[in-house]
């Protein structure tokens, strides 16, 4: 799987280029080194970036306009960077710091030169998918009894290729990086919560507690939205709870095992208030307000309809099928002759090139209603502790992709961020199944079995599909026609 990621990043031809971007009739500069620059930045003590600000930005009294910002871009030939916060006078990252200090400042300081960014997305992404395999081997040892370990594989394989990981690495940008970051944090996190205990009620291990807590705080350093996982602790080490071995003073056991839980959340927490503070004056203000791009974050509103549009689209988006090769299409086009513009156009949304929403592209993820209701209906009288429990954890994981899909919906619609929401949903749904399933092959019934096959194996098809198909960011037909021609010929007669 590793070569596979390096070989997706290398295939577009990647570079952090500087160019200018013309949009809406005004001109933009875009700058992808956001991460070298800031690795820059801390390296000599600065939280914001060293870069040109042109005087009449400086001198605007709203600098997030951006048909006036276009404008004068365009007037002096000295445009404004897009996609960078700017925030009294000054350009600042306001994506997570945390690639930036862990991994693009150490090698700026030890080689004197920048980290490619796609290297630093390959990297990531090798780390993300072991993380997610971790995960699963975890949840499959724990609580997918009953589960064969083929069955188990196949599902694995179903969520790592859905998870994001290649687009990220295809888009090679600077967007990327942080989302891999959490992949690669959040995941194993998680499993070492589960991993705390021998089983539901052997006292948990404090090591594992506090570095799964380390690696799941962390996260509001890349993704801030993927701190919710933090509610995982508190599922995953309920038996302990109740049995108060943490968040306890019961025993000194008890006190460390709370002192490991909460520490690094209250650790990083804190770090990351001073950081905001020392950028935007505010604690809990993460800059992306400030961000200057295709419209004013700092007036925009959003309604409550917007909102659960955008969400709605972000899970059950058709897919835009063609005839001819791939057989996909973006679905966002803004192509006049694009069927599917109804969708998105006089819409207050962010629509970006985007394929087709998350059920579609997953369509195993269609069970996992009927799944959850089973389990409702059963809850009452299941004797089974580690069945109640693989219930409630899936159950979680699928509220926790319906609340950063709220998070991210007014900030866009598109791939990218599919990328926050689909291994979460994707892992709830599996376990809701797999218990459905267990049930299903001891009574003799196979049906179960069979439907989930099918549609994983067809969710892996379509996202094969996703990565061939014309209209996406840096897709082949144009980064690297050669691949996409010799694509054409071998799956076309």
């Not at 090698?107 to 990531?124: E, S």
Request: a neutral charge; one cysteine or more; charged letters at 15%.
């Amino acid at each position: 799987m590793s070569t596979i990621l390096v070989l997706l990043t290398v295939s577009t031809h990647p570079s952090d280029s500087v160019y200018t971007l013309q949009y809406q009739g005004g001109t933009f500069l875009v700058d992808r080194s956001q991460y070298q620059q800031l690795a820059d930045a801390f390296l000599h003590g600065r939280t914001w970036i060293d870069a040109h600000v042109p005087d009449w930005l400086a001198a605007m009294d709203n600098p997030y306009d951006e048909q006036a910002r276009g404008t004068l871009g365009a007037q002096t030939g000295d445009p404004s960077r897009w996609d960078w916060a700017f925030y009294h006078g000054r350009y600042y990252c306001y994506f997570g710091p945390l690639p930036a200090l862990l991994l693009f400042a150490p090698f700026k300081a030890l080689t004197g030169t920048d980290l490619p960014t796609a290297a630093g997305c390959a990297f990531l992404a090798i780390l993300a998918c072991a993380s997610l395999i971790f995960l699963i081997e975890t949840l499959w040892k724990r609580y997918w009894h009953g589960t064969p370990r083929w069955l188990a594989v196949l599902a694995c394989t179903a969520i790592v290729a859905a998870s994001g990981l290649t687009y990220l690495v295809l888009v090679p940008w600077f967007y990327s990086i942080p989302i891999l970051a959490s992949l690669a944090l959040t995941p194993a996190g998680i499993a070492l919560w589960a991993r705390s205990s021998g089983d539901g009620h052997h006292t948990p291990r404090t090591p594992f507690i506090a570095i799964g807590s380390t690696l799941v705080a962390l996260t509001i350093a890349c993704r801030p939205a993927f701190i919710l996982t933090a509610v995982f602790g508190i599922i995953l080490l309920w038996p302990q709870i109740r049995a108060h071995d943490i968040l306890s003073i019961r025993s000194r056991h008890a006190i460390l095992s709370t002192i490991a839980a909460i520490l690094p959340f209250l650790i990083i927490g804190c770090a990351m208030m001073a950081y905001n503070t020392a950028r935007f004056d505010d604690p809990f203000d993460f800059g992306a307000a400030y961000n200057l791009t295709g419209c004013d974050l700092t007036q925009r509103h959003v309604s409550l309809k917007a909102r659960l549009y955008s969400v709605l689209l972000l899970f059950l988006t058709p897919i835009g099928f063609t005839r001819e090769f791939p057989y996909t299409m973006d679905v966002f086009s803004l192509d006049e002759a694009n069927p599917w513009g109804f969708l998105f156009r006089n819409r207050n949304i962010i629509p970006e090139q985007f394929a087709g929403g998350l059920v579609a592209l997953s369509p195993i993820c269609l069970l996992a209603l009927p799944a959850a209701i089973r389990y409702f209906i059963r809850l009452r009288r299941s004797q089974n502790s580690h069945a109640t429990q693989c219930g409630a954890i899936g159950l979680t994981f699928l509220v926790l992709a319906v609340l950063i899909a709220c998070i991210d919906g007014p900030f866009g619609v598109n791939a990218r961020y599919l990328c926050d929401m689909t291994w979460l949903m994707l892992i709830g749904t599996m376990c809701l199944l797999f218990m459905w399933n267990t049930d299903a092959r001891e009574n003799g019934r196979r049906w179960l079995t069979v439907v989930i096959v099918a549609l994983l194996i067809v969710g892996i098809g379509l996202q094969l599909l996703w990565l061939m198909t014309p209209g996406r960011s840096e897709s082949w037909n144009i980064s690297n026609p050669a691949l996409y021609d010799w694509l054409r010929r071998l799956f076309t007669f």
